[in-house]
């Protein structure tokens, strides 16, 4: 189980995506922010690799126009949602296992982080973040000390 972390928005800077952006569009994919109309599209690749809990907060991030998606081929390779769950909340994000590596979670995660900075927040929480390693070294995030049990203890149990 992961713990929540907190990221310093102010800390990225306006176009940190960009460089990764342009080296993903040489190989073809691209970083796009997703519509309403791809809502079956998204949420499907989502659901498929990811599972229904991921996929019913990425419903949730896209109707709020909080989603951004990578795309190869014109298929869904990867997804980062953000006010999905709550305000000022990163995640649940996920990148097809054959093209992790590549810098995809990284560009959709910064897109997501600057689009949070451009909605007035100085910080933002991600949600239960498994690869802590990851969002530490990408964007300085720190876990928030004692975020276990977290803003998901509610959920419903099967």
Known sequence: MGCDMLVKLYDIEDGASLPIEKALSEEGILIKRAMSVDLNRVVGFVRE??????ANECTAGLLKNG??????????????CFEATMPDYFG??????????????????????LSLKERGYAYAIIGWAGPVDFYKKCVGAIPI???????????VQA
């Open 49 to 54: 690799q990811f599972g229904d809990g991921w």
């Open 67 to 80: 989603c951004w998606i990578a795309v190869k081929d014109k298929q869904v390779v990867g997804f980062a």
């Open 92 to 113: 649940p994000t996920g990148v097809l296992e054959s093209l992790r590596g590549k810098g995809i979670g990284k560009a959709l995660l910064l897109k997501s982080l």
């Open 145 to 155: 000390e004692n975020s276990i049990p977290n803003s998901y203890h509610n959920l």
